[in-house]
Protein backbone atom coordinates (compact mmCIF):
# COMPACT_ATOMS: atom_id res chain seq x y z
CA UNK A 1 0.00 0.00 0.00
CA UNK A 2 2.66 2.68 0.74
CA UNK A 3 4.70 1.50 -2.31
CA UNK A 4 1.76 2.64 -3.81
CA UNK A 5 0.96 5.35 -2.49
CA UNK A 6 4.82 6.94 -3.49
CA UNK A 7 4.39 5.87 -6.55
CA UNK A 8 0.75 8.32 -6.98
CA UNK A 9 3.21 10.97 -5.34
CA UNK A 10 5.71 10.76 -7.48
CA UNK A 11 3.45 10.85 -10.50
CA UNK A 12 1.83 14.30 -9.79
CA UNK A 13 5.65 15.57 -9.29
CA UNK A 14 5.37 16.43 -13.61
CA UNK A 15 2.16 18.93 -12.46
CA UNK A 16 4.84 21.12 -11.03
CA UNK A 17 6.27 22.26 -13.87
CA UNK A 18 3.21 22.44 -15.90
CA UNK A 19 1.86 24.71 -13.10
CA UNK A 20 4.92 26.86 -13.57
CA UNK A 21 4.56 27.16 -17.49
CA UNK A 22 2.46 29.76 -18.04
CA UNK A 23 3.99 32.85 -15.36
CA UNK A 24 7.44 31.52 -17.19
CA UNK A 25 5.73 32.41 -20.40
CA UNK A 26 3.91 35.69 -20.01
CA UNK A 27 7.30 37.16 -18.54
CA UNK A 28 9.19 36.24 -21.06
CA UNK A 29 10.66 39.41 -22.01
CA UNK A 30 13.99 41.31 -23.08
CA UNK A 31 15.46 42.97 -19.60
CA UNK A 32 17.99 42.36 -17.29
CA UNK A 33 18.29 40.20 -14.33
CA UNK A 34 19.87 36.64 -13.50
CA UNK A 35 17.50 35.55 -16.55
CA UNK A 36 17.57 38.47 -18.95
CA UNK A 37 13.97 38.77 -18.09
CA UNK A 38 13.66 41.38 -15.87
CA UNK A 39 12.17 44.90 -16.89
CA UNK A 40 10.46 47.51 -14.64
CA UNK A 41 6.04 47.25 -15.46
CA UNK A 42 4.32 51.06 -15.71
CA UNK A 43 2.80 51.26 -12.41
CA UNK A 44 -0.80 50.39 -11.98
CA UNK A 45 -2.62 50.43 -8.79
CA UNK A 46 -6.03 51.15 -9.89
CA UNK A 47 -9.07 48.74 -9.63
CA UNK A 48 -8.00 45.12 -9.06
CA UNK A 49 -4.43 46.30 -8.86
CA UNK A 50 -4.90 48.45 -6.11
CA UNK A 51 -3.03 47.39 -2.69
CA UNK A 52 -6.06 46.95 -0.32
CA UNK A 53 -6.85 44.13 -2.46
CA UNK A 54 -3.71 42.83 -2.36
CA UNK A 55 -3.80 42.67 1.37
CA UNK A 56 -7.25 41.52 1.21
CA UNK A 57 -6.08 38.36 -0.81
CA UNK A 58 -3.03 37.58 2.10
CA UNK A 59 -5.19 38.25 4.48
CA UNK A 60 -7.46 36.04 3.49
CA UNK A 61 -5.64 32.91 2.10
CA UNK A 62 -3.95 33.03 6.11
CA UNK A 63 -7.48 33.22 7.96
CA UNK A 64 -9.32 30.19 5.37
CA UNK A 65 -6.20 28.15 6.29
CA UNK A 66 -6.25 28.28 9.71
CA UNK A 67 -10.28 28.49 10.00
CA UNK A 68 -10.63 25.44 7.75
CA UNK A 69 -7.66 23.28 9.69
CA UNK A 70 -9.32 24.03 13.04
CA UNK A 71 -12.70 23.66 11.62
CA UNK A 72 -12.15 20.40 9.89
CA UNK A 73 -9.42 18.95 11.34
CA UNK A 74 -6.91 16.46 10.11
CA UNK A 75 -9.02 13.75 10.33
CA UNK A 76 -11.23 15.19 7.27
CA UNK A 77 -9.70 14.98 3.96
CA UNK A 78 -9.97 18.48 2.98
CA UNK A 79 -8.97 19.78 7.17
CA UNK A 80 -5.95 17.20 6.02
CA UNK A 81 -5.05 19.48 2.86
CA UNK A 82 -5.67 22.52 4.58
CA UNK A 83 -3.20 21.53 7.34
CA UNK A 84 -0.69 20.74 4.77
CA UNK A 85 -0.99 23.80 3.70
CA UNK A 86 -0.40 26.08 6.75
CA UNK A 87 2.82 23.23 6.62
CA UNK A 88 4.07 25.09 3.46
CA UNK A 89 3.02 28.49 4.55
CA UNK A 90 5.07 28.37 7.19
CA UNK A 91 7.86 26.73 5.78
CA UNK A 92 8.18 28.49 2.73
CA UNK A 93 7.52 32.14 4.05
CA UNK A 94 10.25 31.10 6.87
CA UNK A 95 12.20 30.57 3.29
CA UNK A 96 11.34 33.42 1.76
CA UNK A 97 12.61 35.62 4.57
CA UNK A 98 16.26 34.07 4.90
CA UNK A 99 16.19 34.74 0.86
CA UNK A 100 15.28 38.33 0.99
CA UNK A 101 17.95 39.22 3.86
CA UNK A 102 20.25 36.78 2.00
CA UNK A 103 20.30 38.50 -0.99
CA UNK A 104 18.71 42.09 -0.10
CA UNK A 105 17.84 42.55 -3.97
CA UNK A 106 16.48 46.07 -4.37
CA UNK A 107 12.97 46.77 -5.56
CA UNK A 108 12.05 48.31 -8.56
CA UNK A 109 10.95 51.55 -7.55
CA UNK A 110 13.89 51.61 -5.74
CA UNK A 111 16.24 52.51 -9.05
CA UNK A 112 14.70 50.33 -11.71
CA UNK A 113 18.07 48.35 -11.82
CA UNK A 114 17.36 44.52 -12.02
CA UNK A 115 20.78 43.82 -11.29
CA UNK A 116 20.85 45.51 -7.83
CA UNK A 117 21.57 42.22 -5.05
CA UNK A 118 23.39 42.38 -1.85
CA UNK A 119 21.86 46.20 -1.08
CA UNK A 120 21.79 45.78 2.61
CA UNK A 121 18.81 45.95 4.74
CA UNK A 122 15.69 47.58 3.35
CA UNK A 123 16.02 45.91 -0.05
CA UNK A 124 13.85 43.04 -0.24
CA UNK A 125 12.99 41.93 -3.24
CA UNK A 126 13.83 38.78 -3.72
CA UNK A 127 11.61 36.88 -3.51
CA UNK A 128 8.25 37.89 -2.94
CA UNK A 129 6.53 36.74 0.58
CA UNK A 130 2.98 37.58 -0.88
CA UNK A 131 3.08 35.41 -3.78
CA UNK A 132 4.57 32.66 -2.16
CA UNK A 133 2.02 32.23 -0.07
CA UNK A 134 -0.46 32.25 -2.24
CA UNK A 135 1.55 29.49 -4.19
CA UNK A 136 1.52 27.67 -0.93
CA UNK A 137 -1.46 27.89 -0.14
CA UNK A 138 -3.13 26.43 -3.36
CA UNK A 139 -0.41 23.62 -4.20
CA UNK A 140 -1.75 21.24 -1.54
CA UNK A 141 -5.51 21.34 -3.05
CA UNK A 142 -4.07 21.35 -6.26
CA UNK A 143 -1.39 18.57 -6.12
CA UNK A 144 -3.46 16.28 -4.18
CA UNK A 145 -6.82 16.50 -6.21
CA UNK A 146 -5.48 17.03 -9.88
CA UNK A 147 -5.77 13.94 -11.59
CA UNK A 148 -9.29 12.93 -10.18
CA UNK A 149 -10.58 16.69 -10.64
CA UNK A 150 -8.51 18.80 -13.24
CA UNK A 151 -10.38 21.80 -12.54
CA UNK A 152 -8.64 22.48 -9.14
CA UNK A 153 -5.71 23.53 -11.67
CA UNK A 154 -7.81 27.12 -11.50
CA UNK A 155 -6.78 27.87 -8.04
CA UNK A 156 -3.72 28.95 -9.52
CA UNK A 157 -5.42 32.13 -10.60
CA UNK A 158 -4.37 33.23 -7.02
CA UNK A 159 -0.42 33.79 -7.04
CA UNK A 160 -1.02 34.30 -10.84
CA UNK A 161 -2.53 37.85 -10.28
CA UNK A 162 -0.83 37.86 -6.60
CA UNK A 163 2.24 37.95 -9.30
CA UNK A 164 0.49 40.79 -11.49
CA UNK A 165 -0.38 42.95 -8.51
CA UNK A 166 3.18 43.28 -7.66
CA UNK A 167 4.84 43.56 -10.63
CA UNK A 168 2.17 46.19 -11.80
CA UNK A 169 3.07 48.20 -8.06
CA UNK A 170 6.29 48.01 -8.97
CA UNK A 171 7.54 46.09 -5.94
CA UNK A 172 8.93 42.87 -7.68
CA UNK A 173 10.83 41.59 -10.56
CA UNK A 174 9.70 38.69 -13.13
CA UNK A 175 12.79 36.60 -11.47
CA UNK A 176 11.40 37.56 -8.18
CA UNK A 177 7.61 36.46 -8.25
CA UNK A 178 8.83 33.40 -10.63
CA UNK A 179 11.30 31.88 -7.47
CA UNK A 180 8.17 32.65 -5.82
CA UNK A 181 5.93 30.55 -7.16
CA UNK A 182 8.71 27.74 -7.65
CA UNK A 183 9.43 27.79 -3.72
CA UNK A 184 5.73 27.78 -2.51
CA UNK A 185 4.96 25.32 -4.78
CA UNK A 186 7.70 23.32 -3.97
CA UNK A 187 7.06 23.25 -0.63
CA UNK A 188 3.28 22.43 -0.88
CA UNK A 189 4.23 19.84 -3.25
CA UNK A 190 6.78 18.64 -0.21
CA UNK A 191 3.92 18.79 2.64
CA UNK A 192 1.70 16.43 0.47
CA UNK A 193 4.55 13.73 1.21
CA UNK A 194 4.30 13.68 4.84
CA UNK A 195 1.85 11.05 6.16
CA UNK A 196 0.92 13.53 9.10
CA UNK A 197 1.82 17.68 8.62
CA UNK A 198 4.41 18.62 10.66
CA UNK A 199 1.85 21.11 12.83
CA UNK A 200 0.11 18.37 13.59
CA UNK A 201 2.37 15.89 14.99
CA UNK A 202 3.74 19.51 16.84
CA UNK A 203 0.33 20.99 18.67
CA UNK A 204 -1.73 18.89 20.74
CA UNK A 205 -4.34 16.53 19.27
CA UNK A 206 -7.11 18.59 20.39
CA UNK A 207 -6.10 20.98 18.22
CA UNK A 208 -6.30 18.58 14.94
CA UNK A 209 -9.32 16.83 15.38
CA UNK A 210 -11.66 19.79 13.92
CA UNK A 211 -14.02 22.31 15.95
CA UNK A 212 -16.94 20.91 13.77
CA UNK A 213 -16.87 17.28 15.61
CA UNK A 214 -16.74 19.15 19.08
CA UNK A 215 -19.17 20.90 19.13
Not at 46 to 62: H, M
Not at 134 to 155: C, G, I, K
Not at 182 to 206: A, D, E, I, S
Request: aromatic share 12%.
Amino acid sequence: MKRMQNRAKRSRAPWLLCLLLPLGWATAHAGGGPFGIDYEWTLDQRGIWARSYQLGLRDAAIAATGFGALWLGNDDPVGHEFWQSIDAELVSGAGAEVLKYAFSRARPFQGNDPNEWFQGHGDESFPSGEVTLQASFVAPFVFDNVRAHPWVVALEILPVYDAIARMKSQAHWQSDVLASWLLGTGVGYWTTTLPVPLTVRLLPRGLSIGLDRRF
